[in-house]
């Protein structure tokens, strides 16, 4: 089983960016998915769930109107959609199935 | 939310000492269906988090017997009983009993 995570960048205050995690080596639809963010100051942060269908959403107060989290079960691929971003989002973002991590993608927002 | 908090942040051990943190929870993680969700894990320098213990005490797979989790309701703790060079990194709690929070993390480092 694996979570390979890509699009993150170097973004200008108030940008956007799509963060995409391909999964393989296990059955993707039976699984919630999850975003989680790292920095060395806030530690680990939850930011955004969606459940197998992807009917039902979790987003962390400090996302919540800015981001949006999707997943396509044909391409086995996670999204999480960023808006209005902010330098405080700067992070490594993290796809996360159950107890399996992705090796993570920087997202840096910055002027 | 619920909160966990780690203690200590540092760790410096001697190789072939033990070593253990707590993993504090502001409410019980104990659930109706009598599990309680407490996960361990470590994430060496530059690597995505490892699974080691779930549900308080069991051993992932390939985890080293020297990891062991103890632990209900709302203290919960990590050991190691003789501390390797190998052991260096990230140590910190994760509880899935409602939605997903993370402990602060403990630095392990080797004296």
């Known amino acids: 089983a694996q979570l390979v995570e890509s699009g993150g960048d170097l973004v200008q205050p108030g940008g956007s960016l799509r963060l995409s995690c391909l999964a393989s080596?296990?059955?993707?639809?039976?699984?919630?998915l999850h975003w989680v963010r790292q920095t060395p100051g806030k530690g680990l942060q939850y930011v955004s769930a969606?459940?197998?269908?992807?009917?039902?959403?979790y987003y962390a107060d400090s996302v919540k109107g800015r981001f949006s989290i999707s997943r396509d079960n044909s391409k086995n691929t996670l999204y999480l959609q960023m808006s209005s971003l902010r330098p405080e989002d700067t992070a490594v973002y993290y796809c996360?199935?159950?107890?399996?991590w992705g090796q993570g993608t920087r997202v840096t927002v910055s002027s | 939310e619920i909160v966990l908090t780690q203690t200590p942040l540092h760790l410096s051990v001697t190789p072939g000492q033990p070593a253990s943190m707590s993993c504090r929870s502001s409410?019980?993680?104990?659930?109706?269906?009598?599990?309680?969700?407490l996960y361990w894990f470590l994430q060496r320098p530059g690597q995505s988090p490892q699974l080691l213990i779930y549900?308080?005490?069991s051993r992932f797979s390939g985890v080293p017997d020297r990891f062991s989790g103890s632990g209900s309701d709302t203290d919960f703790t990590l050991t190691i009983s003789r501390v390797e060079a190998e052991d260096v990194g990230f140590y910190f709690c994760?509880?899935?009993?409602?939605?997903?929070?993370f402990g602060q993390g403990t630095a392990l480092e080797i004296k």
């Open positions: 549900e308080v005490s």
């Open positions: 994760m509880q899935t009993s409602h939605y997903r929070t």
């Open positions: 996360v199935m159950s107890t399996l």
């Open positions: 409410q019980t993680l104990l659930q109706s269906d009598g599990k309680t969700y």
């Open positions: 969606i459940s197998i269908y992807g009917n039902n959403t």
């Open positions: 080596g296990f059955t993707f639809s039976n699984y919630a």
